[in-house]
């Protein structure tokens, strides 16, 4: 069973909405939204992180570190014994594809670019920004990532951030066992937004994060993870591919607690989705 069917029995479609807790700033599900919301996605950035967060009784989506970092299949090792953990989330960031201009944060591909320097601020090329987890390294610790979780009857879904559909659509592809999490808010920092991701990737798409932005190529100066409605998503729009895709999977609001959308938004937007 794959997280929503373990949360709802395999019975009712409706999808099912979780929030992430960031260190310590979300203890709890609040009580006013524990209506619509069911489940955490932690946030672990290191073994440490591991200690006393996750509850045994409670399922639960972890949030891990991206495959550059050298403890990542050990929290995976680590959280793949927990009963309460049912899927990992991890990013790619393949250094070598594209990667984050150090001054702006604007990506770049430095396969295509012929500036040794950002043609946005001029901040000149830095080496531990480029080449340091090439393509083929990211995708293999990956893959080796959702084979530990398969064995355990877990899943791993891989999201997207500064990769473009494409290139998102080329790990996936490197990763069989692997589902999709498509992030609302980084796909309008890139530029596309949800739709061009779903184009190519909506047969593997299992999880959300949901938030929203005023767009734009920084990751520095706009991921502002903002309330969904508080930005330029049209979510509406969004709410009707998902439903044209009859997606059934889990949700995550990545926003601030006291920037929650309020339940009544949240069941519209479910009623639009499951319509």
């Known amino acids: 069973m794959n997280l929503r069917e373990r949360l709802h029995g395999g019975g009712p479609s409706r999808f099912a909405f ?3 807790q960031y260190d ?3 203890p709890g599900i609040p009580s006013e939204l524990r209506v619509v919301i069911s489940f955490l996605e932690y946030r672990i950035n290191s073994l440490d992180d591991l200690d006393g967060r996750i509850r045994d009784d409670a399922l ?14 050990d929290i995976v090792r680590r ?4 009963p309460g953990v049912a899927a990992v989330n991890a ?5 070598d594809e594209e990667w984050l201009c150090p001054g702006c944060y604007r990506r ?12 946005h601020c001029g901040e000149p090329d830095a080496d531990q920004w480029r080449g340091t987890f090439p393509f083929a390294e990211a995708c293999g610790r990956l893959q080796e990532a959702a084979g530990i979780l398969s064995s355990a009857g877990k899943q791993l879904f891989i999201e997207n951030t500064c990769e ?3 290139l998102m659509a080329r790990v996936l592809s490197n990763v069989p066992g692997a589902g999709f999490t498509l992030d609302t808010g980084h796909s309008m920092l890139y530029g596309a937004g949800p739709d061009a991701y779903l184009a190519l990737l909506g047969d593997r798409l299992m999880h959300l994060h949901l ?4 767009g734009g190529d920084s990751e520095k100066l706009h991921d502002r993870h903002l309330t969904p409605g508080k930005g330029i998503l049209d979510w509406t729009a969004f709410g009707e591919e998902l439903r044209r895709l009859r997606f059934r999977g889990t949700a995550v609001f990545e926003c601030s607690p006291e920037h929650l959308p309020a339940p009544e938004w949240i069941r519209d937007w479910v009623r639009l989705v499951e319509s």
């Open 18 to 20: 979780g929030i992430t």
């Open 24 to 26: 310590e700033e979300v």
């Open 60 to 73: 639960c989506v972890v949030h891990a570190p991206d495959p550059a970092e050298a403890c990542l299949l």
């Open 79 to 82: 959280v793949a014994a927990l």
């Open 91 to 95: 990013h790619a960031r393949p250094d």
């Open 108 to 119: 770049r591909n430095p396969s295509t670019s012929t500036s040794a320097s950002c043609t």
């Open 164 to 166: 473009s559909p494409d």
């Open 211 to 214: 938030h929203d932005n005023l």
